[in-house]
């Protein structure tokens, strides 16, 4: 894989899909940890206050602070590494892994952000791991705006807005999705 041409597109875009990234058994495993944590129809674990003001009904999941370690395999993925020291640069810091969970039918999450932006050169990469396939049957896809990582802060408005040049992302299972902290998008 050319990680540079990657990173190349990356920053153009604000976004990157790499289809077939990891293998089908890998995201066998995970899938099957995330269906045994989460089970067919999680209750939500949200209060009313958080769903009124969050306009989402996305569930997380820290697994490795709960010490499921499985989930260190993606974070030790050897191309994966290489690609994110290619955008960041040597030294950049992991956080942890968060698992979202959207159980089908609910609302996903509005247009956002995932860091503040008055500093252009301050963001979080978010390294998304698609372990089964999404798609208009399921529901889940992932809208982006290209570009708008060099925009600044989201406008404020309504949270289902339709935006020009919006792309819906379909990715299947083995997809990585890299993101842009400053880039709008949006959970379907």
Known sequence: MNVEAMADQFWRD????????FSPALMERMNGLILEH??????????????SKAQTEVIPWFPQKEGVAAFGELDNHTVLTRLTDCLLGPGWQQLYCMVMFSKQGTKGQAWHQDCR?????????????YTHDVSDATGGQTLVLPGSH???PLPAGEPDVDFDGQVVLEPRAGTLVLLHGHTYHKVL
């Open 14 to 21: 604000g976004y990157l899909v790499v289809p077939d990234f």
């Open 38 to 51: 989460f089970g067919a129809t999680p209750a939500f674990w949200h209060t009313d206050e958080f769903l």
């Open 117 to 129: 932006c008055e500093d252009a050169s301050r963001f979080n990469l978010n390294r998304l791991v």
């Open 150 to 152: 060099r925009k600044g």
